[in-house]
T-cell receptor, first 111, second 112 residues
Framework: GESVGLHLPTLSVQEGDNSIINCAYS??????FIWYKQESGKGPQFIID?????DKRQGQRVTVLLNKTVKHLSLQIAATQPGDSAVYFC??????????FGTGTRLLVSP | DGGITQSPKYLFRKEGQNVTLSCEQN?????MYWYRQDPGQGLRLIYY???????QKGDIAEGYSVSREKKESFPLTVTSAQKNPTAFYLC???????????FGPGTRLTVT
């Protein structure tokens, strides 16, 4: 079946480094993706989204890249801070009303 | 403040009891959703509602029930038929189909 998955379960970086979290999807008809951040014991928080008519979208310290050829998207966080430590999900708005979530990548930022 | 609220944050119940989780939003969103999250797994959709007085089953609806009598409210009942109810439950809402979903803070349910 269709799925969205994460390449790495845990990513450890030093404070100030750039972080890159990857995500693969399998539904070639997918046209809307969202990255969420989830801190321990809390609900997911919207970070940034991208539609299939774009290859790149930038926010504050975050950039999402979409490669439709290989069905891959990535979240880049610039100058990673300890407050960025969390689990990051990519989600694919596929089908009617439903987001398909990956299992998540845990980002650990050490000082 | 605008947003989605869920209560309570922690809930404990004995096996065999039904329990209702609250979800309220003041974002004027038409669509609302319930997800379940287990350790090491992604979110799984339980039920969703596009509009008042209408709702549909998600991927794991067995053992759960919902109602949508008001636009602002979408309570979830975990019944005794749910075989493994202990989990973190998340409510979300969106303006409509195809729009980003905003999540509440979650309710952690423990059934013993």
């Amino acid at each position: 079946g269709e799925s969205v998955g994460l390449h790495l379960p845990t990513l450890s970086v030093q404070e100030g480094d750039n972080s890159i979290i990857n995500c693969a999807y399998s539904n070639s008809a997918s046209d809307y993706f969202i990255w969420y951040k989830q801190e321990s014991g809390k609900g997911p928080q919207f970070i940034i989204d991208i539609r299939s008519n774009m290859d790149k979208r930038q926010g504050q310290r975050v950039t999402v890249l979409l490669n439709k050829t290989v069905k891959h998207l990535s979240l880049q966080i610039a100058a990673t801070q300890p407050g960025d430590s969390a689990v990051y999900f990519c989600a694919d708005l596929t089908g009617f009303q439903k987001l398909v979530f990956g299992t998540g990548t845990r980002l650990l930022v050490s000082p | 403040d605008g947003g989605i609220t869920q209560s309570p944050k922690y809930l404990f119940r004995k096996e065999g009891q039904n329990v209702t989780l609250s979800c309220e939003q003041n974002l004027n969103h038409d669509a609302m959703y319930w997800y379940r999250q287990d350790p090491g797994q992604g979110l799984r959709l339980i039920y969703y509602s596009q509009i008042v007085n209408d709702f549909q089953k998600g991927d794991i609806a067995e053992g759960y029930s919902v109602s949508r009598e008001k636009k602002e409210s979408f309570p979830l009942t975990v019944t005794s038929a749910q075989k493994n109810p202990t989990a973190f439950y998340l409510c979300a809402s969106s303006l409509a189909e195809g729009y980003e979903q905003y999540f509440g803070p979650g309710t952690r349910l423990t059934v013993t």
